[in-house]
């Protein structure tokens, strides 16, 4: 399968199942694993794995596209795989070839899906997790904030602070368990106001040993800062995808309202993406400040066609189960998704604008 048809292939599958049952997933877990399992049929879940382990290892700009696709007709969904492909990338680029020999294969194969837990490494202050150096390993202790997909993924990927502030990496089980002194436990599933489906929860760790087969990589201090000063538009692709939601619904006011209003805002706003997309392409070589302020952009383009999708929605759009409520509350996760202080202070400087 080439790129093209990867791209046919998702969007295809997102129309024909997902799109229908949108609102369903956005709320329900098992109706979200089952979408997560249409794109894993179709092998859209190993789009990060190399070749040589039997993945599809597309390009970049191939994965923009992706990441877009399913942002528009599923924030849940798109977000769900986003935290896998993650997860995916990290361990193809581990310096552990057992460890790929033994998990890459595997989500290739469609039997592994994996979540991640290390923003916490953002946060100032003690180390919310520790590591520990141990007989062939370290010792986790501590709590894990925030981790998607409870029930919906196999492994997931933490981080724990060692007593030189680099950061261990590496790979756990995604469910209770105890054995010998070591303990994880998680938490009941949080309640929230977007993408509740996608079962968020938090991990206490208690002495658990993680053996260094298991271990993905050992970053220095500050790694955390330097990944996200360069990964800053990581997420725009998937802003887009919520952009294109909201007008989508607003697309669909515009054929049952026939007012010229909505038209003309629709064109609007349509060409205010289309410029972005524009810039976006071009921005890889911008400087810090203009990827900041692109993603900025980005974001209050979002809220702002949430925002019209509900006025064009009228009432309706308070429906639990309306379309419009279900895109502005994406918006929201987008605003915050892999927020750091640079991105929230470039957030706040746009939306200050009159």
Not at 129 to 148: C, E, H, N, Q, R
Not at 341 to 347: E, L, Q, S
Request: hydrophobic share 45%; aromatic share 8%.
């Amino acid at each position: 399968m080439d790129f093209q048809d990867i791209l046919n292939s998702t969007e295809n599958y997102l129309q024909k199942w997902v799109a229908p049952q949108a609102e369903i997933i956005d709320s329900d877990s098992e109706a979200l694993k089952t979408a997560v399992a249409g794109l894993e049929e179709r092998s859209l879940l190993a789009l990060r794995v190399p070749q040589k382990w039997g993945g599809a290892e597309i390009a970049p700009e191939i994965f923009y596209q992706y990441q877009e696709l399913t942002a528009r007709y599923s924030g849940a969904l798109s977000f769900l795989q986003t935290q896998h492909h993650s997860a995916t990338a990290m361990l193809a680029n581990s310096d552990n070839e057992m460890l790929k020999s033994r998990y890459l294969p595997a989500i290739a194969q469609k039997e592994l899906r994996l979540g991640v837990g290390f923003s916490h490494l953002r946060r100032s202050g003690n180390p919310a997790v520790t590591a520990t150096p141990a007989k062939d390993g370290y010792l986790l202790s501590g709590k894990v904030p925030w981790i998607t997909g409870f029930g919906l993924f196999q492994k997931f990927i933490v981080a724990a602070v060692l007593p030189d502030e680099r950061a261990v990496f590496g790979l756990l089980p995604f469910v209770n368990i105890e054995r010998e002194n070591g303990k994880i436990t998680f938490s009941d599933i949080m309640q929230l106001i977007a993408m509740n489906s996608t079962n968020t929860v938090t991990v206490t760790l208690d002495n658990w040993w993680l053996h260094e087969s298991e271990i993905i990589s050992v970053k220095p201090v500050g790694w955390i800062s330097e990944n996200d000063s360069k990964n800053i538009l990581n997420s725009v692709p998937g802003t887009f995808g919520c952009i294109r939601a909201g007008l989508d619904v607003i697309a669909a006011a515009v054929a049952a309202k026939n007012l010229p209003f909505i038209a003309a805002a629709y064109q609007k706003l349509e060409q205010k993406l289309d410029r972005l997309k524009e810039n976006f392409q071009q921005s890889q070589h911008s400087s810090k400040a203009e990827q900041l302020a692109l993603r900025a952009q980005a974001i209050d383009l979002a809220v702002r066609c949430g925002h019209a999708a509900v006025a064009v929605s009228s009432g309706a759009a308070n429906g639990i189960v309306h379309p419009a409520g279900r895109v502005y509350r994406e918006a929201l996760v987008y605003t915050v998704s892999g927020q750091t202080k640079d991105v929230m202070a470039a957030t706040l400087d746009r939306l200050s604008e009159f």
